[in-house]
Nanobody
Framework: QVYVVESGGGLVQAGGSLRLSCAAS????????VGWYGQAPGKERELVAR???????KYADSVKGRFTIARDNGAKRVYLQMNDLKPDDTASYYC??????WGQGSQVTVSS
């Protein structure tokens, strides 16, 4: 059974940092495109950051300059480094692998 697991969420004050990790039971390779999505209460799930099979990256305008998506090919994981967090970043963050596999989400709460 293939599954995806996110970790690294938590409660942080505004201006703080967190690093989310995405792992898969079969490992994540450079052949997998990976996206991080955020879903705030009462809102739709939205793309936050994405890395393609060619390692091109894309970010939502709201996180540009603050968040960084990156691969760790040795660990077969993808990370989302989140800096200068704002209360509006509060959401459950989901990892999507190859446009098909979703994790259970990791909660990020940013207090003002």
């Amino acid at each position: 059974q293939v599954y995806v697991v996110e970790s690294g969420g938590g409660l942080v004050q505004a201006g703080g940092s967190l690093r989310l990790s995405c792992a898969a039971s079969i490992g994540i390779s450079r052949l997998n495109a990976v996206g991080w999505y955020g879903q705030a209460p009462g809102k739709e799930r939205e793309l936050v950051a994405r890395i393609t099979t060619g390692d091109a990256t894309k970010y939502a305008d709201s996180v540009k300059g603050r968040f960084t998506i990156a691969r760790d090919n040795g660990a077969k994981r993808v990370y989302l480094q989140m800096n200068d967090l704002k209360p509006d970043d509060t959401a459950s963050y989901y990892c999507n692998v190859s446009n098909s596999l979703w994790g259970q989400g990791s909660q990020v709460t940013v207090s003002s």
